[in-house]
T-cell receptor, first 111, second 112 residues
């Protein structure tokens, strides 16, 4: 079945870049997503990438996809304290509409 | 604001009881998904509805059921509640193209 893995915790200093990594097992994954969850809040869609792309950039966010290794990463440039949250990687295939989520990476930004 | 509305925000109930969670999708979205977020299981897909019809089922217990009404809002019914059902329940909606799914703020259910 589908499986998505993430490391649990990442700590960075304000102003540094953060890189959150994710691996997935389903070779038929079509779309890969990054969501952000702040304490007590819902899931905010940050960005997504189609499986035939290698990279997508959106302001401070850069998503890299290595389809061969089934590895996805999210880079946040100039990380701010407001970026402190849990970041979820998720995937779905063309015939499966529901998302499979990783366990989330807690990003802590030190001032 | 994602445009997906969930009510209530918080719910406290006793074991054995039944509750109904409500979700209004974004305007124009025909698909509604329900997810459960718990500390031990993470985010798990429960069920999907598309334009009133059940489309896909995930790890939904038999004690749980859902429906989507003609106005496209959806309800998740949880019955014979157990302590382990305490969790955040999220609703998400997506359009026909289904590329992006937008989540509501969730309903935090506490079973005591």
């Amino acid at each position: 079945g589908e499986d998505v893995e993430q490391s649990l915790f990442l700590s960075v200093r304000e102003g540094d870049s953060s890189v959150i990594n994710c691996t997935y097992t389903d070779s038929s994954s079509t779309y890969l997503y990054w969501y952000k969850q702040e304490p007590g809040a819902g899931l905010q869609l940050l960005t997504y990438i189609f499986s035939n792309m290698d990279m997508k950039q959106d302001q401070r966010l850069t998503v890299l996809l290595n389809k061969k290794d089934k590895h996805l990463s999210l880079r946040i440039a100039d990380t701010q304290t407001g970026d402190s949250a849990i970041y979820f990687c998720a995937e779905r295939s063309a015939d499966r509409r529901a998302l499979t989520f990783g366990s989330g990476t807690r990003l802590q930004v030190q001032p | 604001d994602s445009g997906v509305t969930q009510t209530p925000k918080h719910l406290i109930t006793a074991t054995g009881q039944r509750v109904t969670l409500r979700c209004s999708p974004r305007s124009g979205d025909l698909s509604v998904y329900w997810y459960q977020q718990s500390l031990d299981q993470g985010l798990q897909f429960l069920i999907q509805y598309y334009n009133g019809e059940e489309r896909a089922k995930g790890n939904i217990l038999e004690r749980f059921s859902a429906q989507q009404f003609p106005d496209l809002h959806s309800e998740l019914n949880l019955s014979s509640l157990e302590l382990g059902d305490s969790a955040l329940y999220f609703c998400a909606s997506s359009s026909v193209t289904n590329t992006e799914a937008f989540f509501g703020q969730g309903t935090r259910l506490t079973v005591v």
